[in-house]
């Protein structure tokens, strides 16, 4: 018995050794484990028990488990020192946050991609789904079809590129989509398309012989001006996320829309007080726009008595442009990726 | 097109002070036409006053000096000394007083004129930039009822509108002030003066032989000869309109026709007599023959052609008929008869003829327009007046009137139902509120019980052809900002998919994701380019009239661009990845219009490592996310201008689907390109036709899953992609390859692989034996196909 109790101490001197030294977590848990696992030596002395009898064996009993309290007590001390510490070392370890250490991972899509993405989607909350079509196009799409009949100026050789002499061209705007989509399709049409168009010009700062268009057209019983201004309005206040956006119809000239406007917008950076974008106007010209003129609808075989609608078209270039004063419409066509990398929106 | 408001006020009233001048410009430019500049004239005459000369006296001390005593309305005359030449007394003189600044910046102060004080200046219309050419003292004497003391700017002061010619260009009849001045006084409600159809009296019967041979291009020819002309200097009134509208007084005569031009808007024209053959010659209007040339009277030498029409006697050409007239028949300061023709030329002729010689004038602008040919007789008529009112000739001949086509003085009807104007316009305008438009704009009108509105039209408004275009007129005036704004009320139509736009924008998004920046290129490039890509050997469709030597090619392949691109942006960053989708074009055979096919181009650049796998790794990434349903594979090597051994044809299941491929040194060096550099081209319709269009997910098993790491080794004879594709079993959940090893103790041509395989079983837990027969098995089916390949 005399041994069985000095083992117990032991052993328990053992055990509490190795916890004080140790120092950290993982090697706590092994020595943990061994301490209550059955290879222990205190599990070893309670098989032993069985051998004993009565007083003897209730007083090693209570040594064990007094040991083994004393162990499981010092370990949890133990543990709960090693934690800490490791907390706290953890803690003081020094991390600046404000380093970037790896590559930033984000591109982007273009500034124009961006825009009509925009473009098309506030369309779409009004139904207006996208098309896509050519960009080569026939004379007959591009200029006859839209009452633009061989004489008229817009369609002289300095504004149009050709690749056979009056007949196939590069696009000069989208509103060919318009013909296009009214050949195949019966009304009511409501669509949106965007796309590369091209005209003969110099380039400088405000003309690029490349640029983008967006063009929208509605076409249904009852569609007035009316409903040009408002949806108009409606969209270009959700484009430019600016509620205080009114637009104002200025007379203009289009072969294709009678009535034919120029639409510009309460300038959006001085809110119409005048500023040196707006050029002190506090009105921005923004786009064009009419009502679809009867001869195009009978050029595509729609009847002007039972339908009518209206079309509109500007460049997401400009639109732009307003938002970040930028002056310079080549900015968007030398991909220097320095401009072009600083809208993320995706 | 310039247009001069106190010129418009011969016709109705125009606002008095500038505040309500530029209101006025400002709805003009949204009612009428859009405005490109305003001038406001006169606006640096500001401190100026009218003075009166009293008394000019010489100066003692110098012979180019006089002394004048002005009388400025004040209690006594002042004095001021002035070496200007064209004073008189009794002229009405600006002055400037002393402490004025004048335009060019210099302060009037009292100053000693050898001996002489002068208390001020006299102006030139220089000074007050209110003209270019004139050094002498402005003289006032055109100006009725002018009041000494009075400001200057109270008599001249005047907003001049540079009209956008675009807005009107349907519109011939707003190309002169008679015309725009019926809107003005439209808008404003405003009474409108029209214009006085004056009558002559002549008693010449002497005729001027008019001869039309293109009756298609001459719709109406009038003239008339004036003799004993006096050529002068233009009356004050005139030459001030003039310059005004930046026209330069030249004499009295061409004066006049210009004055007439910008008035009524008719062209006209004043040949010296005694140049084209005197009294009794024949005026021919014709075609021009090929090769025909005339000095014209911006003295050039014009050669004609086909497409211009002249003006001729029988023996040569005196004007290009409605553009310019020629030098040789000009009217100069040594005429002493005129021949005056006004006449109307067929709008679409004259733009070819003026267009063919790319000459463009005033009077050519307004024939493209269309004149109306009922003006050319009055416009004669009022040229004539102006002559004898001026004393500046005789009339010497008959008018001759030739007209080659009918009832030019016909009125066309036009009836539509007024329902019409607010079912376009979507607001309810009273019937009154349009028939006072409509009648203020020249229209006769009438309204039906039953709400037809039936409108005469004018001869000048040829641009009214249905409804809609009288509706314009309607709402223009009415004023579209009165319309209030609602909701839109129609059918809800579900939105069309565009599959091509919307997978477009998903590529754009995931590649930018992976860190690709999305570039826009010209769709026109050059052959140069494509030699500098080695790819002169593609389709080429030509722009017959290009605008620049860099651009005279539709590209039937994004590459070009992609490297001009990647080397311009290199110099700014050591390593990025670009993309585009864009069309390229392509010559079909039998069709109309060339092809158009989306193409995606991916390149990844880096001054210093391999780029190969950024781009490989983004098109598995498009791939898993679109999602796209098969294998992906790529197999064979390709050309130029890849690297033969770094590329690869593209597979998508059996299909080819793109090319991927390190770019060839020499292309590289061609660019200017320094790193590596990795390109992949993709039509985009090939991409479309895998969408996986509802994707399907699996469960995954309650039971724990195996992972076993295969370890092996293969020569250069065998891809580990195909080695991949040989591995298979029942349970196999997953196949990768988690490392790649190169390097001792290996020899140079193997490669070490380790290939993860994760086994799943649904129905209970693997046993261990389960999972070694399932290796084995494995490894015998690689062997089989590949025996060089080594286990470890």
Redesign the interface.
Known sequence: MQNLTEEILKATKEALDDISSCSDIQSLRKISSVYKGKESKLYKILTEISKLQGDEKKFIGSCINESKEKIDNVLLQKEQELKISEYEKEESEYLDITLNKE????????P??QMI?KI?DVF?L???????D?????DWFCFQALNMDV?H?AR??QDT?????NH?L?RTHTSSVQIRTMIKAKP?I?IISAG?V?R????DARHS??FYQYEGLII?N??????L???L??ALRKIFENDKIDL??????FPYT?????IDATCMLCQGKGCKVCDFKGWLELLGAG?V???VLRNVKIDPKKY?GFAFGGGPERLIMIKNEINDTRL???????F??QLKK? | MKISLSWISKYTKIPNTIKEKYDLADKF??????IDEITHYGEHTKDIVVGKIMKIQNHNNADKLKITHIDIGEKEYIQIVTGATNIYEGMHVPVAKIGVTLPNGLTIEKRDLRGIPSYGMLCSEKELMLSNDHEGIMDLGDIKDIKVGEYLLTYLEDLILDIDN?????RGDLFSHEGIAREIAALQKTEYIKPEIKKIKIESEKNIDVKIESKNFCFRYTGIIIKNVKIKESPLKIKRALERLGVQSINNIVDITNYIMFDIGQPLHAFDLDKIGGEGTTIFVRQAMGGEKIKTLDQKERILSQDNYLIATKDKPIAIAGVMGGYDSRVDENTKNILIESATFNP?LI??SS?GINLRTDASLRY?KRVDPNKTKRALIEAIKMIQNDNAGEIASDIVDVITIKDITKRDTLSFSFDRVE?????KIEKKVVRDILERLNFEVKISKDNIISVKIPTERDDIK?D??L??DI??IYG??K???????????P????I??KTK?SI??I??????????????INEDLLKKAMLDNISK????????ED?TT?RSSLIPSILK?VS??QK??D????YEI??V?KESKGE???R?EYELVITAYNKKSETFFSVKNIIEVIKEYLPLKGEISYQDFLKMPYLKNKSAKIYFNEDYFGDIGNIHPEIRENFNINGNITISRIPVNNIIKYLELFPKIKPISKYPEIKIDLNITIDNSVSSKSIIESIYDENLRSKNIVDVYKGKPLEENQTGLTIRLVFENFEGTFKTEDIHSKINKIKESINKKYPNVLFR
């Open positions: 590559d930033k991972k984000l591109g982007s899509t273009h124009v991609t993405q098309v779409s009004y139904g207006f789904s996208h098309v896509t050519r960009e080569i196009e026939t004489d100026p002289e050789m590129f050709y690749i056979e002499e196939i590069p009511p409501r590369r091209y003969n010009e110099n380039q012989f490349m249904d009852n569609i007035s001006i009316a409903d201004k408002s949806i309005t409606q104002r119809l200025r007379h203009s000239y009678e009535p034919s406007f120029e009502m003129h009867p001869q009518q968007f066509y030398e991909n220097d990726l320095r072009l990398s995706l | 430019a949204r009612q009428i036409a859009d675009k807005v009107i260009s349907n679409k733009r070819k267009k493209e079912k376009v316009i979507g607001i249905e809609v275009d509706i314009e709402g223009r579209y900002d319309i209030p704004l609602k909701n839109p009320v129609y059918e809800i139509i939105r069309k998919e565009d091509l736009y924008q754009k998004t590649i930018s994701a992976c860190g690709g920046y999305e570039i826009k290129t010209y769709s026109f469709i030509k722009i017959i009239n290009p605008n620049s651009y539709l691109t311009t942006n700014n960053a390593s990025f990845i670009l864009a069309n074009y109309e219009l060339p158009e």
